[in-house]
C-alpha cells in the first residue's frame, strides 16, 4: 500500500470489537486441573573441568633389537632419538595394555631369534678363527 491508499482507506476506529463481546461468544476456559507440584530435579553444579593435553609417543624398534623412542606434543618434538632398552620397552607395553603387549612382544621374540642366531654364527667364526691360531704356533 502507498500512503495516498492509506488515506483513502476508511477509518476502523469505534467498529472494534470490545472485550466484553468476546467474552459473551466464547465460553469460559475450564479451571486447570490441580497438577501435583513436582520438585525439579536439582542440578548437578558443574564440575571443574580437568586440562587436558595430548603427548605422541613413538617406539621404533629394528631387527637388531634396537629401540628407539620420541615424544611430541602438537608440532613440537620435546624428545627425539632416545635410545630405550627392548626390556624397558617391553615393560611399558605390559603395563599400559594387554593389547599393546602382545604385538610388540611378538616382534621382540623374532628379534631374539635373529639374535641368537647371529650369537650363533659368531660362535662358529670366533672357533673357526681360534683353530686357525692353533694351527699357526
Known amino acids: 500500500m502507498t500512503a495516498s ?4 482507506a476508511p477509518s ?43 603427548l ?15 615424544i611430541k606434543q602438537g608440532a613440537t618434538y620435546l ?3 632416545l635410545a630405550v632398552a627392548a626390556a624397558a ?10 593389547e599393546l603387549f602382545a604385538p610388540i612382544e611378538a616382534l621382540m621374540d623374532e628379534a631374539r631369534s635373529q639374535q641368537a642366531a647371529r650369537v650363533a654364527a659368531l660362535e662358529a667364526e670366533l672357533e673357526a678363527a681360534r683353530k686357525a691360531l692353533a694351527d699357526l704356533d
Open 56 to 70: 605422541t609417543l613413538t617406539v621404533t624398534g629394528t631387527a637388531d633389537g634396537e629401540w628407539r623412542a620420541e
Open 79 to 81: 624428545v627425539r632419538n
Open 5 to 8: 491508499t492509506f488515506a483513502d
Open 12 to 54: 476502523v476506529t469505534g467498529h472494534a470489537p470490545s472485550a466484553d463481546s468476546f467474552a459473551e461468544g466464547t465460553p469460559a476456559p475450564a479451571a486447570p486441573a490441580a497438577v501435583p507440584e513436582t520438585k525439579a530435579p536439582a542440578k548437578r553444579p558443574a564440575g571443574k573441568k580437568s586440562k587436558t593435553f595430548e
Open 89 to 98: 620397552v617391553s615393560r611399558a607395553a605390559k603395563e599400559l595394555h594387554e
